[in-house]
């Protein structure tokens, strides 16, 4: 029962409380040029999903081998760098990548962008940072994927609304999608109780 | 009104193609480590230190492929934050980016900062990293000052004299969205504005001219 609640709140850690996006501002560099369509949307996080969550089960296993020595806390940034850029050659080279359905066929193209984007690394390590148990990592990690795709999912069809309504020149594009992300963030810090000033 | 556009040109990366408020790129460094001057200041201040890494890298490993280059790149990056950390000179560094330190050196902007590396000439490359490094540092100085002004009432944790209370909420990533969304627009105002009145100038002139002669 521990365990089980454990695992839930590792998940809703990663998808609501810190979510990558909203909460953390990660994923959203350039948001206007990769996930132009909800298909899009999803293989990104697809994408994201396969990187990170093998990236984290290396960079754990390779906690518990290096954690003893002393330079482990600055030696883990590196080191789960190196995670990321081996989970990313893996997964070109897998065969079901070619063999795969379309979806699968398709989600290969965002690998590069989602490996060195900064959001795997920066979930690899703050899966380290925050859990101490192994598997609750890789289901934080997990979480952090789920948020992210949903997260991206919201912003997609916040920005197919933006684009039909009227929209002050100035604000057109980026700024007014910067604005609603913010608003989207705020929603989720009203969700989650954060103490806001009265 | 060619002026303009030349001397915008010129200094591309700082106004025109600024990394974030034109291109989007470095928003998360750009909210969270900009709820006070100092943590802006730092930020913007390693990113130039990593840019100029990165691109010296870049340049050196031209020869290889996009993805080699992009990923050792990023791994000489990671590795000389890991150095500085652990020499202990910047013990500031860490306390105030936390996770962000590590991400600063392996992300989207950096790579697109020193993208030129690989096109122009090098004196042109590098003129360009540092205008793009400038142009962030400009929107963090911003965004830090405003963010916190409003949060503290303080500058540099100086304390400001300002009415009405402080708000703590400023500090969140919502209200860091929300700001640099307003920056973004404000930006493109001021150039739009600009070109106005240049070219109502500009009009005016020609008229002017044809007045006195006749």
């Known amino acids: 029962m521990n365990a089980f609640a454990a695992a839930l709140s590792a998940l809703a850690a990663g998808i609501v409380l810190q979510n990558v996006v909203l909460a953390r501002a990660l994923c959203t560099d350039d948001p206007l040029h990769f996930t132009r369509t909800y298909h899009g949307t999803l293989r990104l996080g697809f994408a994201t999903l396969l990187v990170t969550l093998l990236a984290t089960l290396f960079a754990v296993i390779l906690r518990r081998l290096l954690s003893p020595f002393s330079l482990w806390s600055v030696l883990r940034w590196p080191v789960c760098f190196v995670c990321v850029a081996v989970s990313f050659f893996l997964l070109l080279h897998l065969p079901a990548f070619r063999i795969g359905g379309q979806f699968v066929r398709e989600s290969e193209p965002f690998l590069l962008y989602v490996a060195f984007n900064g959001v795997a690394y920066a979930i690899v390590l703050l899966s380290l940072a925050n859990y ?10 997990f979480g952090c994927c789920v948020g992210l795709t949903g997260a991206q999912l ?5 920005r197919e609304r933006i684009s039909l309504s009227v929209v002050p020149r100035s604000f057109a594009g980026l700024p007014i999608l910067l604005i609603y992300i913010g608003i989207l963030s705020l929603a989720i810090y009203g969700l989650v109780g954060h103490q806001l000033p009265t | 009104m060619r002026a303009y556009r030349q001397r915008l ?6 106004f025109k193609n600024n990394p974030v408020t034109v291109l989007g790129l470095g928003l998360p460094f750009a909210v969270i480590a900009s709820t006070s001057l100092k943590r802006g200041a730092l930020m913007s201040g390693f990113v130039f230190a990593a840019a100029i890494v990165g691109f010296l890298v870049s340049r050196m490993l031209r020869s290889l492929s996009e993805t080699w280059r992009v990923i050792l790149t990023c791994l000489v990056c990671v590795c000389a934050t890991a150095a500085v950390v652990m020499s202990g ?3 500031i560094l860490f306390d105030h980016l936390g996770v962000y330190l590590p991400l600063a050196a392996a992300n989207m902007m950096l790579l697109t900062i020193i993208r030129p590396a690989e096109e122009k000439s090098f004196g042109a490359a590098l003129r360009e990293t540092v205008f793009r490094c400038v142009g962030f540092a400009l929107v963090m100085c911003v965004l830090s000052l405003i963010r916190e002004l409003i949060t503290l009432h303080t500058v540099w944790d100086l304390p400001v004299k300002l009415a009405g209370p402080t708000i703590g909420g400023a500090a969140l990533p919502c209200f ?3 700001l640099l969304g307003f920056l ?4 493109r105002t001021i150039d739009r504005l600009r070109i106005r009145m240049l070219l109502s100038r500009g009009n005016e002139a020609p ?3 044809r007045e006195g002669t006749r």
């Open chain 2, 176 to 178: 860091g969205f929300i």
């Open chain 2, 89 to 91: 000179l910047f013990p």
């Open chain 2, 184 to 187: 973004a627009a404000g930006a």
């Open chain 1, 132 to 141: 101490a148990v192994d598997w609750q990592a890789l289901v934080y990690a």
């Open chain 1, 154 to 158: 919201l912003i997609h069809a916040g």
């Open chain 2, 207 to 209: 008229a002017a001219h």
């Open chain 2, 9 to 14: 040109e010129r200094t591309s990366g700082i």
